[in-house]
């Protein structure tokens, strides 16, 4: 099993629809939960942390954590072309030095 | 200069040839890392360093060689490298090494090995 899991995708979302991305991990002591945007050619870049459960939302993105059923999702509300990347969900465990990153889930926003 | 800078953008090498990737934080950060990302896979950590000293090695080969001089500066030092090698290296860095503080990105470095 890996340890942070992704659907690949292509996941295609008609502009202005919400854009949902889902991640799974397998270590249950898991405790920082990242979501980056990473454009074509480009390095990653933050959109979103979470360490409770619940959810967070900041602008269009809002992120929710559910540590009983392992798993953190990102929604984006009215969804842009601009939003058009792969989105890499990073995991932590409390005490360790490393992110642990899933594959990326690469989606496209048609206009 | 701000943020994570890293030289050079674009790098091709053959097998026998020696050569260095250098990675510059300008954020008052204490860690440093290096990722490779190859095409489908996900983003693998090779190497942390805090305040100057490594402090993982993710099984990392003996062809790759970093150094970290100052928490500002780090590199990668390459010899040997097979083309399975070719990747994009990112350097990161952040407030501390926690693996919980966000970790800011450097452009990059593509890597061709011929």
């Known amino acids: 099993q890996k340890e942070v899991e992704q659907n690949s995708g292509p996941l295609s979302v008609p502009e202005g629809a919400i854009a949902s991305l889902n991640c799974t991990y397998s270590d249950r002591v898991s405790q920082s939960f990242f979501w980056y945007r990473q454009y074509s050619g480009k390095s990653p870049e933050l959109i979103m942390s979470i360490y409770s459960n619940g959810d967070k939302e900041d602008g269009r993105f809002t992120a929710q954590l559910n540590k009983a059923s392992q798993y953190v999702s990102l929604l984006i509300r009215d969804s842009q072309p601009s939003d058009s990347a792969t989105y890499l969900c990073?995991?932590?465990?409390?005490?360790?030095?490393?992110?642990?990153f899933g594959q990326g889930t690469r989606l496209t926003i048609n206009p | 200069e701000t943020g994570v800078t890293q030289t050079p953008r674009h790098l091709v090498m053959g097998m026998t040839n020696k050569k260095s990737l250098k990675c510059e934080q300008h954020l008052g950060h204490n860690a440093m890392y290096w990722y490779k990302q190859s095409a489908k896979k996900p983003l693998e950590l090779m190497f942390v360093?805090?305040?100057?000293?490594?402090?993982e090695n993710n099984s990392v080969p003996s062809r790759f060689s970093p150094e970290c001089p100052n928490s500002s500066h780090l590199f990668l030092h390459l010899h040997t490298l097979q083309p399975e090698d070719s990747a994009l290296y990112l350097c990161?860095?952040?407030?501390?090494?926690?693996?919980?503080?966000?970790?800011?990105f450097g452009p990059g470095t593509r890597l061709l090995v011929l």
């Open positions: 990073a995991v932590n465990k409390q005490g360790a030095q490393k992110l642990v």
């Open positions: 360093y805090n305040f100057k000293e490594q402090t």
């Open positions: 990161a860095s952040s407030q501390e090494p926690t693996g919980g503080e966000t970790q800011y």
